[in-house]
């Protein structure tokens, strides 16, 4: 959440801590195009398990919006650990204000 940054920021000098590294991630989109939401109940986990969507079905989706995969296949998270990279998830054009 960009927009909490800069309180983020605030409270780790506060607290004396040192500043991570920050990376935005884009949104994710469902293969449409369209932005997923929680207002829209896209992914309520609630009712994916009471549909009897997998854990690994759920995994292997996103990683496929997100680009991680090549195709829509069940997959763990420790699955896409080896193969990750930040270079095949999908970019948007949102801009990103530099860090101070």
């Known amino acids: 959440l960009i927009g909490s940054t800069p309180r983020q920021i605030w409270l780790q000098e506060c607290l004396g801590l040192p500043r991570p590294a920050y990376y935005h991630t884009p949104l994710l989109c469902a293969p449409d195009g369209r932005r997923l939401s929680k207002r829209d109940a896209d992914l309520d986990l609630g009712a994916l398990r009471a549909a009897g969507v997998r854990p690994q079905a759920l995994t292997g989706r996103l990683a496929f919006w997100l680009g ?33």
Request: aromatic share 6%; net charge negative; glycine share 0%.
């Open 68 to 100: 991680l995969l090549e195709d829509e296949e069940e997959a763990s998270p420790a699955e896409l650990i080896s193969s990750f990279s930040w270079d095949k998830v999908r970019r948007t054009d949102i801009p990103v204000a530099p860090a101070p």
